[in-house]
């Protein structure tokens, strides 16, 4: 961290679990305003691991779509344009 306080908000937090991407939404976190490091207090973290353990959970939790970029035709795109 580059030693700012830290602001308390709700943030995203995503995970890669058996390459499957899990978004979890609404975790309380300390924010740098300055650099944008989250850092989350041992009791989310364990709340965190806790939910992450559960299948059903995990299973039922609502699913989205996101864009799968490749890195190459970005930066061809970008030069191009």
């Known amino acids: ?3 700012m306080p830290l602001e308390e908000r709700l ?8 390459g499957e ?3 979890m939404r ?12 989250k850092v989350v207090n041992a009791e989310v973290g364990q709340q965190i691991f806790e939910m992450l353990q559960r299948p059903d959970i995990v299973t039922n939790a609502p699913r989205i779509s996101v864009p799968v970029l ?3 035709e970005v930066a061809l ?5």
């Open 77 to 81: 795109k970008a030069a191009h344009a």
């Open 26 to 37: 609404n975790v309380r976190a300390g924010v740098c305003p300055q650099c944008g490091e």
């Open 70 to 72: 490749m890195f190459d």
């Open 21 to 23: 991407l899990l978004v």
């Open 11 to 18: 943030i995203s937090q995503n995970f890669w679990i058996k």
């Open 1 to 3: 961290m580059c030693g």
